[in-house]
């Protein structure tokens, strides 16, 4: 097995913030495993242009770079979870920990609290013996090449509160030959056929009341004659309740020209509504901020009685 580099390490949007997440909700310091694959890219320089002369043979017309994408982890919620406090790894607890996982074991991630963001002796230690004892096969390789699980991730949190973001993290990889931990550039995937699985739950929400779209002339031409009947009236009241909630004084019947076949030439509606919208919120504002002002009143007037009461009783 050769000591290969690593050109980068990516991770998908939503692992990363859920890695985020599990490091700021857990009581303290938290480690666990990372889990992924190795992927050989090659990347080519060749063009569409002839060169009026040959390149030097010296040169290279394509290049390899070795990629390793986290997809996955697992974290015990404590720290030591899988080796000891020198650093040496247990292969049983990492089999327990890893049971079920459907990717290779990677490498492994810290979390700490209000410490620098730089690895630690015992980190380096782990790090040293996870690689050891693990390796994963590189794919889209043509020789059957394999390279150990040398992967860590370091998350920390600020020393002061005065930074904006929450957490620091960043990537290393851990090098036999020299026994360092080498820092890498952690990309962040969002998009690509690969990762449109973690997407593909979304579901818009809207406060709006649901209403049936008309696809038929005939059938918009008879709307004032459905809404003539006493369940149509009734439908038709409590539809607009709901609107008025969210955009006072918009019609319901304006707000199914938005969604029906009307709605390319109904521009003018959005902002209409949007308008209302507005005006539903700063109604609302109004409000609150008289009522905050009546109990400053009250509160005043009942501290003014306190203190009488207070005068009358000495």
């Known amino acids: 097995m050769d000591d290969l580099s690593l050109e980068k390490i990516e991770i998908p949007g939503p692992t990363l913030a859920s890695l985020i997440q599990r490091a700021s909700s857990s009581p303290g310091d938290v480690d666990g495993l990372l889990f992924g694959q190795i992927h050989r890219i090659v990347s080519t320089t060749l063009s569409d242009d002839s060169p009026s002369e040959p390149p030097p043979s010296s040169?290279?017309?394509?290049?390899?770079?070795?990629?390793?994408?986290v997809t996955s982890f697992i974290s015990s919620g404590k720290t030591v979870s899988f080796y000891d406090p020198l650093g040496r790894v247990d292969s049983r607890r990492i089999d327990s920990l890893q049971l079920g996982s459907p990717d290779r074991l990677l490498g492994w991630f810290s979390a700490r609290r209000t410490t620098a963001n730089r690895p630690s002796m015992r980190e380096l230690a782990v790090a040293s013996s996870l690689s050891s004892r693990f390796q994963l096969p590189i794919e889209n390789s043509e020789s059957p090449n394999s390279m150990s699980s040398s992967v860590f991730i370091l998350l920390t949190t600020p020393l002061t509160d005065q930074l904006i973001h929450t957490h620091e993290y960043r990537a290393y990889q851990f090098r036999p030959l020299n026994r360092r931990l080498e820092p890498r550039?952690?990309?962040?995937?969002?998009i690509g056929p690969a990762f449109r699985g973690h997407y593909g739950s979304f579901n818009p929400k809207s406060g709006f009341p649901p209403l049936l779209c008309e696809v038929s002339s005939s059938a918009m031409m008879n709307e004032d004659r459905d809404e003539g009947s006493l369940s149509g009236k009734k439908q038709a009241v409590k539809d607009q309740k709901e609107v008025d909630a969210l955009a006072d004084g918009f019609g319901v019947?304006?707000?199914?020209?938005?969604?029906?076949?009307?709605?390319?030439?109904?521009?003018?509606?959005?902002?209409?509504?949007?308008?209302?919208?507005?005006?539903?919120?700063?109604?609302?504002?109004?409000?609150?901020?008289?009522?905050?002002a009546k109990?400053?009143?009250?509160?005043?007037?009942?501290?003014?009685?306190?203190?009488?009461?207070?005068?009358?009783?000495?």
């Not at 040169?59 to 070795?66: A, C, F, G």
């Not at 550039?185 to 969002?190: A, D, K, R, W």
């Not at 949007?274 to 919120?281: C, D, H, N, T």
Request: no cysteine; hydrophobic share 35%; aromatic share 4%.
């Open 295 to 314: 109990v400053l009143e009250l509160d005043n007037h009942n501290r003014k009685l306190r203190y009488r009461v207070a005068r009358i009783e000495r």
């Open 185 to 190: 550039s952690l990309g962040i995937v969002n």
């Open 253 to 292: 019947g304006s707000l199914k020209r938005l969604v029906g076949p009307e709605a390319a030439s109904y521009t003018g509606g959005v902002e209409e509504m949007y308008e209302r919208m507005l005006a539903k919120v700063e109604s609302l504002a109004s409000e609150v901020e008289k009522s905050s």
């Open 59 to 69: 040169s290279s017309s394509s290049s390899d770079q070795i990629v390793a994408t």
